[in-house]
């Protein structure tokens, strides 16, 4: 569960800043590169949401 509250949270960090961080690259803004960007928050909200749906289908 904090593997997903972590990634929510970087997700939203990156939208309120408007930029992510790419591997070699550095900090980059969601203009530089917006499909790369836009990918990335949907990935980390995927992963969150796949997590948590882990976490409860294991609990039954």
Same mark, same amino acid.
Do not use: D, Q
């Given at each position: 569960?904090?593997?997903?509250i972590?990634?929510?949270?970087y997700a #939203? !960090?990156?939208?309120?800043?408007? #930029?992510?961080?790419?591997? #070699?690259?550095g900090?980059k803004?969601?203009?530089? !590169?917006?499909?790369?960007?836009?990918?990335?928050?949907g990935?980390? !909200?995927?992963?969150?949401?796949? &997590?948590?749906?882990?976490?409860?289908i &294991?609990?039954?």
């Amino acid at each position: 569960m904090l593997v997903s509250i972590f990634l929510i949270l970087y997700a #939203g !960090y990156c939208i309120s800043n408007g #930029g992510f961080h790419m591997k #070699g690259r550095g900090w980059k803004t969601k203009y530089e !590169y917006p499909k790369t960007f836009k990918f990335t928050i949907g990935m980390l !909200y995927f992963l969150a949401i796949v &997590n948590i749906l882990m976490i409860f289908i &294991n609990m039954k």
